[in-house]
């Protein structure tokens, strides 16, 4: 009895740290452009995020925080200072990047950065794709402390802004849809 209870306990303990060891393999979404010329486009980046926001089912919501760490903003989507140091940091957006992006808005977890992050970005001289494409690459070769987040999710929204988002799948599954 107390060596099969040893077994369990020790079979208990090694799938714990599974967790942390053995990150799922992230699901991605190739940045794709939206072709219906009669549909106008956000006004901004905080546009985007809000419309996102508001479209969750209130038992959906999480606690965030949004805009940056000058002005944050409590429970909702902030526009995020692109001078703020911490940008880079915090949205994972590579430093060779800022200048290509004029304006941007996000929204974090206030737990846990891998728990869920979002950014929308309004881009100026490179496409959706290239930029896109410059951001999975900066999220992916990330050092998580405890494995990857479930999902990223990279998607254009005509040519001028793109939405990045990555978390575990709860999170990530109202924001996608």
């Keep these: 009895m107390k060596r099969i209870f040893s077994l369990l306990l020790t079979l208990a303990m090694l799938l714990g740290l599974a967790g942390c060891v053995t990150p799922p393999a992230p699901t991605t979404t190739a940045p794709t452009e939206t072709t219906a010329p009669q549909v106008q486009g956000p ?4 546009e985007v995020l809000e419309k996102v926001w508001s479209d969750y089912a209130e038992e959906e919501k999480f606690p965030v925080i949004g805009g940056s760490m000058a ?12 001078a703020d140091e911490n940008i880079t940091y915090s949205l994972l957006i590579p430093a060779e990047q800022l200048a290509n992006v004029t304006e941007a808005a996000s929204m974090i977890h206030m737990m846990n950065a891998n728990t869920f992050t979002c950014a929308a970005y309004k881009l100026t ?13 900066a999220i992916m070769s990330n ?3 405890c494995g990857f987040p479930d999902s990223l999710l990279i998607r254009a929204i005509g040519d001028q802004y793109v939405v990045v988002a990555f978390g575990v799948n709860d999170a990530m599954t109202p924001f996608e849809t």
């Excluded at 006004?43 to 905080?46: F, I, N």
Aim: hydrophobic fraction near 50%.
């Design 71 to 82: 002005a944050p903003v409590d429970g909702a989507p902030g526009n995020y200072d692109l």
């Design 43 to 46: 006004a901004s980046a905080l």
């Design 125 to 137: 001289g490179i496409s959706a794709a290239d930029f896109g494409a410059a951001m999975k690459d």
């Design 143 to 145: 050092q998580w402390m």
